[in-house]
């Protein structure tokens, strides 16, 4: 990172809570960039912009359907179900899911770039889904759903037990919520350090890190049961943001053009610093199942 970033007093604090008005203008200030941009990075069929899952053969397709798969895995997913994608994204992997795994689906977001890119997705492969710009603290849904997912989501939720009660509110009984999440692992590793605030920086000062412990308890206080708790090597994080790296080396003049020099070096910059970061021992991937008691 360059050492004359000084980040922002904003940036330096973790947890600090918005209204659902502030949380889509500080988190658009990442998304509302140009579709062709997040996709020439991400590459693959999906566009997942998550940690996925590698073979030593995978590409970037396949390592995404890995990762949807032990999403889809988890959660039990069957024909004819009906989930809903928090922070969907341009709807990658809610579009695979629907067409996978024969189910119907909703998506959130808060970006109107994403929602566009999502409903084009969608209406090319024929699925039952739609995707709507909605943050989490204003949806209401006409039925129950049968599954609640993130993908590297709740770091951008302030009142996370707020959020779990939600999705509480929104499933069946019987139903499931999983999350998948970076944890730091001892709460002593909470603190903003100059890579964590240039991170929090990139994404409107909306990041809310925590350990695994406070995000069972916080589960367990919305009324779940904690079922599944899957961790994935941090080496999978590291080679799909190698993967991204290398199509940013690739496609340099097409991203500039895209966005401009300035946000190429910072997002540039933004992926190197997450890679020095998991290369150390203070966070942990983990995938959270948990169910609704019937």
């Known amino acids: 990172m360059p050492g004359r970033y000084v980040p922002p007093p904003e940036a330096r604090t973790l947890y600090q809570a918005f209204t659902p008005e502030e ?3 500080r988190t658009n200030l990442h998304y509302e960039q140009p579709v062709e941009f997040f996709y020439l990075i991400t590459g693959g069929r999906w566009n997942v912009y998550s940690a996925n899952l590698w073979t030593a053969s995978a590409d970037e397709t396949s390592s995404q359907e890995a990762k949807l798969d032990l999403l889809a895995g988890i ?65 209401a849904a006409d039925e129950p759903f049968d599954a ?9 939720f302030q009142d996370l037990g707020g959020f779990f009660a939600r999705v509480n509110g929104l499933l069946r009984a019987g139903g499931w919520m999983l999350n998948k999440e970076l944890h730091f692992v001892h709460e002593r590793y909470a603190t903003v350090t100059r890579a964590m605030a240039f991170v929090n920086d990139i994404y409107g000062s909306t990041g809310n890190y925590r350990t695994l412990a406070d995000e069972l308890r916080l589960a367990n206080g919305a009324g779940f049961d904690v079922a599944v708790v899957h961790q994935i090597a941090r080496e ?19 991203l500039v053009a895209l966005s401009g020099p300035d946000h190429y070096r910072r997002f540039r910059t933004y992926l190197k610093v997450v890679r020095g970061v998991l290369g150390g021992e203070t966070m942990t991937l983990d995938v959270v199942g948990s169910r609704k008691p019937t």
């Open 23 to 25: 949380d889509q203008a």
């Open 75 to 139: 959660l039990g997913l069957r024909e004819g179900q009906r989930i809903l994608d928090v922070g969907c994204g341009w709807g990658g992997p809610l579009t695979y899911l629907c067409e996978r795994y024969g189910v119907r689906g909703v998506g959130l977001t808060l970006s109107p770039a994403q929602q566009a890119a999502a409903t084009e997705r969608i209406t090319r492969h024929g699925v039952d889904a739609q995707v709507i710009v909605r943050h989490w603290r204003e949806y």
């Open 148 to 156: 609640v997912f993130t993908d590297e989501v709740i770091v951008h």
């Open 236 to 254: 999978h994080y590291q080679r799909t943001l190698d993967r991204w790296l290398a199509n940013m080396r690739a496609h340099r003049e097409r």
